[in-house]
């Protein structure tokens, strides 16, 4: 397997530029995912790595060797695709072992590669049937069979599970994690899902308009967003912002917020201007002993807890509180704020203000 290097990469398609210096390390067998919404970059990055495009500038690294001119066909990747991609007259045995017969393997080795795989997958028993009637998890599988088969350096996977339903995705996702776990591959993931990436990825690349938004572990992309797109992006609900003008000094603990004194971390340095407090659902305790008030306009019950859309002075905000907890629609409570979970942003730009809770996130991310 090997490690990736990407390098001030850019990709220009006429007057539009798709990705735009990026920068970033793959390590020796990560689970590597790009994420971003549709027209975001991940997809052109991808592809750029596997050498299905060729980057306008940048280099990319692959084993400590720089392929960024070199085809596809010169960089030992292998592929998997949303659409499974396989030959449709030929069976699930003659389709995992395409790529080792173009190769000019000896049958017998293919025989015992191809078992090898399957065995792997766990699919010993439809070797021998058409793809056609396979089911969507199946011709997935053997999708992978295939790009498994060759012992490449690295996958590539663009969106693989995207054309199966969302219960079996989620158990396909379970499998795939698995499945690279006990192979100890580099591979590298693109996909829309921040659910999929969390689950999945080793590390995470946020992509929109091109641009890298962060890169580093899920944890920290979860807890300690760079910018409020990531904020935004992450999390089921997202980010709470609720926006407010003000002036902070560096090794500030507390912000003034309409006239309420609230805990954030300690700032590193100063800010004056519009401001925009960002705090996740689940560190949002509602108790009446909280100064900042808000009116309960809706609660929705999930099981063990509910999300309860609050208005407060400073904007509309949910919050997941135990689903045992009482609320009426109406109802004004208080609420109180877990400082130590909150990031502040700068309104204008978007950017994260360097705190301690996210200094290392932003001087690597």
Known sequence: ????????????????????????????????????????????????????????????????????????????????????ALYPHMNVRKNISYPLVSQGMPKHQVAEKVAEVARILGIEKILDRPVGGLSGGDRQRVALGRAIVRDPKAFMMDEPLGALDAEFREHMAEELRALHDRMGATTVYVTHDQLEAMQMGDKIVVMNHGVIEQFGTPQDIYDKPATMFVADFIGSPPMNFLRFHGEVHAGASKVMMHHEELDVPRLMEPFEGDMVFGIRPEHITLNDSGSYRGEVLAAEYLGTTQ???????????????PSDQPVR?????????????????????????????NEGVLAHG
């Open 1 to 84: 397997m090997a490690e990736i290097v990407i390098r001030n990469l850019r990709k220009e398609f006429g007057d539009f530029t798709a990705v735009q210096s990026s920068s970033f390390k793959i390590e020796d067998g990560e689970f590597f995912m790009l994420l971003g919404p549709s027209g975001c970059g991940k997809t052109t990055t991808l592809r750029m790595i596997a050498g299905l495009e060729l980057p306008t500038s940048g280099e990319i690294y692959i084993d400590g060797e720089e392929v960024g001119q070199r085809p596809a066909s010169q960089r030992d990747i292998a592929f998997v695709f949303q659409m499974f």
């Open 307 to 321: 999300i309860v859309t609050l208005k407060t002075a400073s904007g509309e905000l949910k919050a997941r509180i």
């Open 329 to 357: 629609a109406g109802e004004f409570v208080g609420l109180e704020f877990n400082g130590s979970t909150v990031t502040l942003f700068d309104n204008q730009s978007g950017r994260a203000l360097r705190s301690e809770l």
